[in-house]
């Protein structure tokens, strides 16, 4: 099947410092992708949507100053996370979504593990 | 929120099917249900989906009611690396396509 790729798997960054995401399509060209955070012991819940060539669709109550979503390629969108502060330690994950035929499959990324200190 | 319902946890002995059941009964005509796991510290990963007939792969069988308001994940023989959170989710796949996780069911293979 089709393959996500997300990096860096870990990161550990100061607080007050930026870090970015990455979340690769690597044998589809995928116009919509999906960030999504998960903390400990909950589900899964949709940050924004990653539209190729536009503005990123948030969520309500997430931040668009914050956490900056850059779609600049087909395969290519990145997520950033300005003046992380410990709150935002948590577990981020890309999709991409990927025509198949009449539907629309999501693939998913392996998700990195943010440690803000 | 959710459409769909699930148990909180499930256990299972290693080497016998494990059915996870899943509450779907507002499901449109167009929406097809999906089913994703998520093992610990990983991105969910795909394992099937269907519409209105059963459908089975390598990973499970997918059993859905005549009425779908309802269907059972099988995995056949579960193994160890089973265990993981089993999310259902019914959605039409659509181009505007995002996908909205419940709380999922936590499958704990036993040996």
């Known amino acids: 099947g089709a393959v996500v790729s997300q990096h860096p798997s870990r990161v550990i960054c100061k607080s007050g410092t930026s870090v970015k995401i990455e979340c690769r399509s690597l044998?589809?060209?995928?116009?919509?992708m999906f960030w999504y955070r998960q903390f400990p012991k909950q589900s899964l819940m949709l940050m924004a949507t990653s539209n190729e060539g536009s503005k990123a669709t948030y969520e309500q109550g997430v931040e668009k100053d914050k956490f900056l979503i850059n779609h600049a390629s087909l395969t290519l969108s990145t997520l950033t996370v300005t003046s992380a502060h410990p709150e935002d330690s948590s577990f981020y994950i890309c999709s991409a979504s990927s025509p198949q035929g009449q539907r629309t499959e999501a693939f998913f990324g392996q998700g990195t593990r943010l440690t803000v200190v | 929120d959710a459409k769909t319902t699930q148990p909180t946890s499930m256990d299972c002995a290693e080497g016998r099917a494990a059915n996870l059941p899943c509450n779907h009964s507002?499901?449109?005509?167009?929406?097809?249900v999906y089913w994703y796991r998520q093992i610990h510290s990983q991105g969910p990963q795909y394992i099937i989906h269907g519409l209105k007939n059963n459908e089975t792969n390598e990973m499970a069988s997918l059993i859905i009611t005549e009425d779908r308001k309802s269907s059972t994940l099988i995995l056949p023989h579960a193994t160890l690396r089973d265990t993981a959170v089993y999310y259902c989710i019914v959605d039409s796949g659509g181009s505007n396509y995002k996908l909205t996780f419940g709380k999922g069911t936590l499958l704990t293979v036993n040996p």
């Open positions: 507002t499901i449109s005509g167009n929406e097809y």
């Open positions: 044998d589809f060209q995928a116009t919509t």
